[in-house]
């Protein structure tokens, strides 16, 4: 921003130089000079205002993988929780209930790192 303040600082300082002039050729000169300069610094309003707009986008994605992080986190913990409390619940059941997916949060997390689904999910749903 300060450069939009300085570019705005050297138009006023051209167009009080205009005024000071009284040759015709130096005033088309420096009213030529003024065109260009606001044309730049339109130029570079909108470059910044389109970066501003890059800048808010991308901390909103890292916000939601941040969010989606800690939710990961929070779905194993509770997943490993639930899974050892029902394994040791129900040892003398079949081995497949152990490697049974216990909510839709492993799924999610399987979908998140690439494999598209969860096979323990998709095997045992009761859905």
Do not use: P
């Not at 913990?77 to 059941?93: D, E, G, Q």
């Amino acid at each position: 921003m300060a450069t939009l303040a300085e570019g705005q600082t050297l138009l006023e300082r051209i167009r009080k130089a205009a005024l000071l002039c009284t040759y015709s050729s130096a005033q088309h000169a420096t009213t030529s000079a003024c065109y260009a300069i606001e044309r730049l610094l339109q130029i570079l309003r909108d470059k910044w205002r389109k970066l501003e707009e890059l800048w808010l986008k991308r901390l909103i994605q890292l916000q939601q993988c941040l969010q989606l992080g800690l939710a990961d986190q929070e779905a194993g913990r509770v997943c490993t929780s639930s899974s050892s409390s029902i394994s040791s619940s129900s040892s003398s059941s079949s081995s497949s209930s152990s490697s049974s997916c216990c909510c839709c949060c492993c799924c999610l997390s399987w979908i998140q790192r690439g494999s598209g689904k969860c096979e323990n999910f998709a095997q045992n749903a009761l859905f």
